[in-house]
């Protein structure tokens, strides 16, 4: 079974600071990558995905993400973070080879951006 | 823009009792899942639901739970005699293709008193 690990269960960054969120994932075969977002009393929501191509993917919202399957990793990244950035931010995997679209998550991340 | 929707927001309910929740997947979706995120831990999936059948649950989802889709657009998960370690939020989702994005409503909260 897939594992997704997030290496930060809170942050805690000023306006304009940069962003990266770890996220490492346990199986070496094809995966789709995925980071959603949880903004206050709000459902869950896509920020971006990784299926195939280009490693370096961009999101919504100046987010971006980068694939490295050597490091089984998909870490998310924004330059400059903003107050409305807050939320909790979950990265997420599906198996594509074994599993008929269960997507394994991660713990999530708590970010909290002071103004 | 389309989206999921689930009822109720949040369920209150003895020990014991059954509870179904409700959820209203995008209608062009032909895959549907079910997960749940007790307090301060990962959210786990249950079960996936394709073809109106069960394709794939998890261990979590015992005899207890089940899933239905009454009418075509109504994606129901009972649980029939709810215990205290059920309380939990409960996501609903949907997607197009089987590996695709999935949409998440936005979860009904349930408490087990």
């Known amino acids: 079974a897939q594992s997704v690990s997030q290496h930060n269960h809170h942050v805690i960054l000023s306006e304009a600071a940069s962003l990266e969120l770890g996220c490492n994932y346990s199986y070496g075969g094809t995966v789709n990558l995925f980071w959603y977002v949880q903004y206050p009393g709000q459902h869950l929501q896509l920020l971006l995905k990784?299926?195939?191509?280009?490693?370096l993917v961009k999101g919504i919202k100046g987010f971006e993400a980068e694939f490295i399957k050597s490091k089984f990793s998909f870490n998310l990244r924004k330059p400059s973070v903003q107050w409305s950035d807050t939320a909790e931010y979950f990265c997420a995997v599906i198996d594509r080879g074994s599993t008929l679209g269960r997507l394994y998550f991660g713990r999530g991340t708590q970010l909290t951006v002071w103004p | 823009e389309p989206e999921v929707t689930q009822t109720p927001s949040h369920q209150v309910t003895q020990m014991g009792q059954e509870v179904i929740l409700r959820c209203v997947p995008i209608?062009?979706?032909?895959?549907f899942y079910w997960y749940r995120q007790i307090l301060g831990q990962k959210v786990e999936f249950l079960v996936s639901?394709?073809?109106?059948?069960?394709?794939?649950k998890s261990e979590i989802f015992d005899d207890q739970f089940s899933v239905e889709r009454p009418d075509g657009s109504n994606f129901t998960l009972k649980i029939r005699s709810t215990k205290l370690e059920d309380s939990a939020m409960y996501f609903c989702?949907?997607?197009?293709?089987?590996?695709?994005?999935?949409?998440f409503g936005p979860g009904t909260r349930l408490t087990v008193l």
């Open positions: 639901f394709y073809n109106n059948e069960i394709s794939e």
């Open positions: 990784y299926f195939s191509g280009d490693p």
């Open positions: 989702a949907s997607s197009e293709t089987r590996t695709g994005e999935q949409f």
């Open positions: 209608s062009n979706h032909l895959y």
